[in-house]
C-alpha cells in the first residue's frame, strides 16, 4: 500500500468515501510507517491501541458526512488531548495529562478524523529548529542531520515522511510557515482570532495560532475548514460565520495585485532565496497578476518588537508552572520559594530560562516604558505599513525564510543566528494577519525553499486561492527516498 505515502488528504478522503479503503487499514498503513520513522524522532506520544480502537468504531458508522471521515491524524504536543499526555516539548509537563481536549483538536475529531499521536516540537514552541525539545531533536527526512524547523518541526516532519497524512501547528512567530518551507510542504498561518487558542498550551497569548500543515493548497484549505471557528471560550476568537474554504478554492489569479516589498530584500540573503523570489515573481505576472512594488518601512524593527513582546508574554504565562499545580516537582528545596525556585531551574530547559529572563527584564519596573510599551508601540507601526498596502494590493510575496534547512548544531549555541530565521514571518503574527508558505524551489542541495503569501485579516479564501494557482505553476515534487525506514 505504498502508494498511500504519495497521494494527498483530499485523495485518501476520497478512497475512504467510495470504501476502496477502510478507517482500520488507513489507522495500520499511518502506524506502519511512524514505527518504522523511529529515528526521525518526531514523535513525542503514540496511542495506537485507541487509534485502531477508534477506526474500528468509525468503520461501523454509516453515512458520516464530516470532513475528515476516519482520517488518522497526528497533532503538535501542544494541543491538549482529553486523557493523552501534553508535554509541549518540556520536562516540566513530561507526565501531564490533560483532563479536557482543545477546541482545534476537538473540531478535528468532530469532523471525523482519529488521533495517531502527539508530535515532537520546541519546548513551549520557543525555536525554529526543534533543538530545544527535551525530547530530543527531529531529523529532517530530506536528509539525516540536518533540522525540520520549528517549532511545529515534529509536524512537519512526521507530515513530509508520510507518518501522518496532515497535521496541524501552532504559529507564534514563524513556527508553521519556516519549518513548512525547510520540508516541501504547505503551511498556513490564519488570521489571530480565527482558530480558537482554547486548550493550546500558551506561549505569547497575542501572537499564537493553531494552522494546518498540509501536502498541498487543496488539504490546507480542507483542514482550515475544520479547525476554524467561533468558540465562546476564547475571548479572543472571531464571531462569524464559518466558511467552505475548500467548496470555493479556486485558481484565481487574473488581475490581482500583489505587492513585493522590497524591506524583505535583506543584506546577505543567499542567491537562492533571491532566485525563487524572482521566479514566483514570474509566475505570478505570466498568470496576469500585477506586481506592485510597496514598502513596508517598519520591517527592519519586526524582530526586536517579537523578541520583546513574545518572551514578556511568556515570563508571564509560564509563571504558573510552580510544581504545585501542573507536572514536575522538585524534591529539592527546605521551603516553598526554594521548592519553586528548584522546579523551574530543573523542569525548563536553556532556551525557555532565556526566554523568561527577557521577559521578565523587560517588563519589570523601570524598564517596562523603554521596552515592553515601546515595542506596543511599535508594533502598531507595524501592522499600520500592512493596512496602507492592503489598500493597494490584494497580496504580498515574500520569501518564507532567510535560508534553507541547517545542520542539527549549526546554530544552537547562537540564539541571534537562530533569531534571524524568523526575519521573514514575525511581522505577520505582530499584525495578526494570515500567511502562508508554499514549497516553491530547491537549493544546491536540493532541499526545499518556500515562498510566503501575506493577505490582510479574514481574506484566508484569497490566500488559499492564489497558492492554489501558484502551486499548479510551480509544479514542486518532493524527493524522498526514505532513507530511515
Ligand atoms: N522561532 C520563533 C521563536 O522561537 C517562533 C516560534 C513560534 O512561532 N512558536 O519564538
Known sequence: MNDLNDISLSEIIKLVKSKKISSVELANHFINNIKKGKKLNSFITTCFDQTIKDSKNFDKKQNFDGLLPGIPIAVKDLFCTKNIKTTAGSKILENFVPTYESTVTNNLWEEGAILLGKLNCDEFAMGSSNETSFF????????????PGGSSGGSATALAASLTPATIGTDTGGSIRQPASFTGTVGLKPTYGLCSRWGIVAFASSLDQAGPMTKNVEDCALMLEAISGYDKKDSTSINRKKENYSKNLKRTIKGIKIGIPKEYRVDNMPKEIDQLWKNGIDILKKSGAKIIDISLPHTKYALPTYYIVAPAEASSNLARYDGI???????KGNNLIEMYEHTRAEGFGDEVKRRVLIGTYVLSSGYYDAYYLKAQKVRKLIKGDFDNSFREVDAILTPSTPSSAFKIGEKANDPISMYLNDIFTVPVNLAGLPAISIPAGKDHKGHPLGLQLIT???DEQKILNIAFAMEKEIDFKQSLNRWWE
Open 136 to 147: 530530543g531533536n527531529v531529523i529532517n527526512p530530506l536528509e539525516n542531520n540536518f533540522v
Open 325 to 331: 499545580k501542573y507536572g514536575y516537582r522538585s524534591k
Open 456 to 458: 490582510k485579516a479574514l
